[in-house]
């Protein structure tokens, strides 16, 4: 669709239309027609908004994510078998959320800032890989030859690492060569690390399917018009060829965006991510585990379960829709 | 066929020397000092430094790193110089924690995993591929929408939740199944089948509903595709029976790329269900790569992380071979 929009010969009888704001267009205008993506893309700027507007809504609650409450009616209450939980585990006008068992912390404090760092290593980390996977895509296609063996062995490579596992083994050994740099201060190591391991692991794939895209642009004739300009290559690669894919990439980054997120809750509730105190979805569902808090005290499971899965699944529909919609290759 | 056999084959030997040889270096310049790990709380630097020599880290990287590979084709000696102890071949060498050899942790680990992925792979099989099927044939109905809107929520579903969910509910709340024990390794044992079965029970559903999910679309959107072909046009045309022609016609025609991922995604399995195995204390690969990553313990992490990439490689030329055999469409070369 894109890719026929800039043609030359098109673009002379039709108004001139940068191509960033109509691929956003057509992708709006499908999006509007289906109630599903409305909700999904509502939920989406929801939990955006909920991450940001964090220390606002948590400082009109009046608590902080931090604050222990370990008074011993809260923990004697608690450790008795049989009798029901204290009030104090359930929301309520005080604690909106309720405080987790053990620490006695607001739940909704945590929840509130673990959507701070759970989305910023998401989003950041798709970053990374976005743009490794689109330049390293698209220079395998453009230039073909060589380099584009070289990149598609690196890409099958990638391709073939037991992801998890690497990652998993990766990440605490990066996070104990960061904590010696200047930069180590309060959370910055864990998820700068999760960003750089998930960033790093996961661009192969994007990078394959650009790489397909970009070998069929490089046959069209804007490409030949532009090189008889004499325009050089790479900024060819970067005028004229990643705008033309920039529709499946934006497919792509919309759905990876939930890989990852649930990529960070997995190596946070296995240990090796985000850590307390600093919370995270991950984190919570590790808190969750240990000790078999949740077997006591369902709802301490429930409250980061529910808001992981409603964002993934926000953002799954999203990208189905804009998949929809900018796909060239699905037109059902 | 032959030829290409070998190529293939050849060409994966050369993969898996790539990704040992990057395996070993990440984890080597990874900056937890073995030497001291293994030393333990109480050490001297000379201790230390004993240690190093005994587990041979004092040598240059190259040499440890073909000393490594030559324990891959023969046996292969390890310790102090003086004090040395024969490792048989297999040798992945020792773990820097428990002393244990790598081969034996990696031998009781396995068992355990192949429980784990066995009954999940024929679960989601089943669920997925019926279902997507199921979905297909009632394309644009009711049931359709609902198969494809379930398996939405199902692929969103983080394992983490979705293990939890189901301990609390079905061994907490209800009890109708225990907590997983690491007394039952397999089908044949003293427990018996269905003592296996209700052991993995709980593992193989958290698994099943996040891969079902995605069995459900692959197989309904290759299905919708195969039935719009041609043959199958002319299979209809014939006056075949619908039965006929959705099974004989279609899905022999459409199953190809469901072949490919379940081949990939056993593959990937084999390597250990990181999170299920740690969910349900299923003491299987995954579980003792957890354990070995968070310890510092760079011998089993790297032998794991192998011997995962081996088998998504081996699993990668299967799928392969099998597509000359499945699809008579498919020409090898």
Redesign the interface.
Same mark, same amino acid.
Do not use: D, R, Y
């Given at each position: 669709m894109t890719a026929t929009a800039s043609k030359p010969s098109e673009q002379a009888k039709a108004k001139p239309v940068a191509t960033g704001r109509s691929l956003l267009a057509t992708a709006w205008m499908r999006i509007r027609k289906s109630p599903v993506a409305m909700v999904s893309l509502a939920i989406v700027v929801g939990m955006v908004l909920f991450a940001i507007l964090a220390p606002v809504l948590v400082g009109i609650e009046g608590q902080d994510p931090n604050t222990t409450n370990t008074s011993p009616e809260v923990l004697d209450n608690f450790y008795t078998p049989g009798l029901p939980l204290p009030y104090y585990m359930y929301p309520s006008a005080e604690h909106w959320l309720g405080v987790e068992p053990g620490l006695g912390r607001d739940l909704f404090a945590r929840l509130a800032y673990g959507a701070q760092v759970s989305l910023i290593i998401a989003l950041l980390s798709t970053l990374v890989s976005v743009v490794l996977g689109t330049v390293l895509g698209a220079a395998a296609g453009y230039f073909g030859g060589k380099i584009d063996m070289v990149i598609s062995r690196i890409m099958d490579l990638f391709l073939a690492f037991p992801h998890l596992l690497l990652v998993l083994s990766i990440a605490p050994i990066l996070q104990s060569r960061l904590s010696g740099t200047a930069l180590a201060r309060g959370s910055f190591v864990p998820i700068a690390s999760l960003v750089i391991v998930l960033g790093f692991f996961g661009w192969a794939y994007l990078a394959r399917v650009v790489r397909g895209q970009v070998l069929s642009i490089r046959e069209q004739e804007y490409i030949d018009a532009a090189k008889s300009f004499g325009t050089k290559n790479w900024s060819m690669i970067i005028k004229q060829v990643i705008p033309n894919v920039t529709g499946v990439v934006l497919v792509y980054a919309t759905m990876m965006i939930p890989t990852n997120i649930t990529a960070e809750a997995a190596l946070s509730f296995l240990g090796v991510g985000v850590k307390d105190p600093t919370p995270s979805w991950g984190q919570m569902l590790n808190a969750a585990q240990a000790g078999n808090w949740y077997l006591q005290d369902p709802w301490f499971l429930a409250v980061p379960s529910i808001a992981l899965i409603l964002t993934v699944l926000a953002f799954n529909l999203l990208g189905d829709a804009l998949r929809d919609a900018l796909d060239p290759k699905s037109s059902r | 066929m032959v030829s290409f056999l070998f190529r293939r084959f050849g060409a994966m030997l050369l993969?898996l020397l790539?990704?040992s040889f990057?395996?070993f270096t990440?984890?080597h310049f990874?900056?937890?000092d073995p030497a001291s790990a293994a030393c333990g709380q109480e050490c001297t630097p000379d201790r230390v430094e004993q240690a190093r020599v005994a587990l041979g880290l004092d040598k240059p990287f190259f040499v440890q790193y073909f000393a490594f590979l030559s324990g891959l084709v023969g046996p292969r000696m390890l310790g102090a110089p003086g004090a040395e102890q024969m490792c048989a071949w297999p040798c992945l060498g020792k773990s820097f924690q428990t002393n244990e050899n790598v081969t034996d942790m990696i031998a009781n680990a396995l068992p355990y995993t192949l429980s784990l992925a066995i009954g999940a792979v024929l679960m989601w099989t089943i669920v997925g591929v019926g279902f997507g099927l199921l979905a297909a044939m009632r394309k644009g109905k009711l049931t359709d929408r609902f198969i494809v809107g379930a398996s939405?929520?199902g692929?969103?579903?983080?394992?983490?939740?979705t293990g939890?969910?189901l301990?609390?509910v079905f061994v907490?709340t209800l009890g109708w199944f225990p907590f997983t024990t690491n007394q039952i390794v397999s089908p044949f044992g003293e427990a018996g089948f269905g003592a296996w079965v209700t052991n993995y029970f709980l593992a193989w559903v958290a698994l099943a509903v996040l891969f079902s999910a995605q069995y459900v679309r692959i197989t309904r959107?290759n299905m919708?595709e195969t039935f719009s072909e041609d043959f199958m046009r002319t299979a209809r045309a014939k006056g075949l029976s619908r039965r006929k022609i959705v099974f004989k016609h279609g899905v022999r025609a459409g199953i190809t790329p469901i072949i490919t991922m379940l081949g990939l995604d056993l593959g #990937?399995l084999l390597? &250990?269900a990181?999170?299920t195995e740690?969910?349900f204390s299923v003491p299987g690969l995954?579980f003792t790569?957890?354990k #070995?990553?968070?310890s &510092?313990d760079l011998p089993v992490?790297m032998a794991?992380?192998m011997l995962?990439?081996f088998f998504?490689?081996f699993f990668?030329v299967l799928v392969d071979i099998a597509y000359a055999f499945i699809d008579p469409r498919v020409k090898v070369n």
């Open positions: - | 993969l790539v990704v990057i395996t990440l984890f990874g900056p937890a939405s929520i692929v969103s579903l983080p394992i983490p939740v939890l969910v301990l609390l907490g959107n919708i #990937a390597g &250990g990181v999170l740690q969910i995954g790569a957890v #070995a990553a968070t &510092g992490t794991i992380t995962a990439a998504i490689i990668n």
